[in-house]
């Protein structure tokens, strides 16, 4: 039987505060309840993002006293809704930040975290440089979220670059795959949709990724373009270039039935390098 959920990627614009990412992101997650949506799926750094040349520099908070989680436990808890937080800024040790996501259940309760492990660092050009880890601490595990309707691998931003995390927690039992992010403009345009379709099809998994869309304060643009895809790598939405809401109903069952026809997650053989 089919095992539909009713999903929402919030295609926000990254914000250089807590407060002004709240103003942008709680009308778009009032708009895709509204419209039936059973979870809801926000970018990396959601709570605020901005940036000082080579360096991202995201508002930061304790996360027992981080605004935007709070205000986003109690919207779970007042709509009865899942809610992936695709990263906010935590403060982390020795002058550092953790970019850090957590899912919420529909009473608000955080039922998991995850720290995002690869580092944006990279040089597109010779004026245009990222380097994450100047601010950030990375994380060292991968995370699985475990509901009543599916298992979830939660991953952020740079991650998609990496598909053996992607194997890994599709062979522990994600059936979706999340991909929350900030992709730069540049790099969006020539690998964003490449990337997360490529997910999706070898791993058989639904991919979910919400990415922000616009001009980040201090420099630097995110490309948007949200994505829903299907296992079979179909993309069922894109958010295009603009704020707003990518609603989708997906059928689990479908993870089943990409799988039984193309079962490459048994396929994998030990072999050495020549």
Known sequence: MPRPLRIAC???????SVNSALDEALPLARQAVSA?????????????LASEGAALVPPAHEENDHPFLASFQ??????SVWIMIGSIAVKGNAGKIINRGFVLDPEGRIISRYDKIHMFDIQISPTE?????ARVAPGEASCLVRTSFAQIGHTI???????????DL????????????????KTGQAHWHVLNRARAIE???????????????????????SLIID???????????TPGVVMAEIDLDKVGEARGKIPSLTHDRPYNMS
């Open 10 to 16: 919030l295609q926000t614009r990254p914000m250089p």
């Open 36 to 48: 039936g949506a059973q979870f809801l799926f926000l970018p990396e750094y959601c709570g605020g």
């Open 74 to 79: 109690g919207f779970a808890r007042d709509h």
């Open 129 to 133: 440089v990222y380097r994450e880890s």
């Open 157 to 167: 931003g740079y991650d998609v670059r990496v598909p053996h995390l992607y194997r």
């Open 170 to 185: 599709a062979k522990a039992g994600a059936e979706i795959l999340c991909v929350p992010a900030a992709f730069t403009k």
């Open 203 to 225: 791993n058989g998994a639904f991919v979910v990724s919400s990415c922000a869309v616009g001009a980040v304060e201090g420099g630097g643009e995110a490309y948007g373009h």
């Open 231 to 241: 296992p079979w790598g179909e993309v069922l939405g894109d958010g295009g270039e």
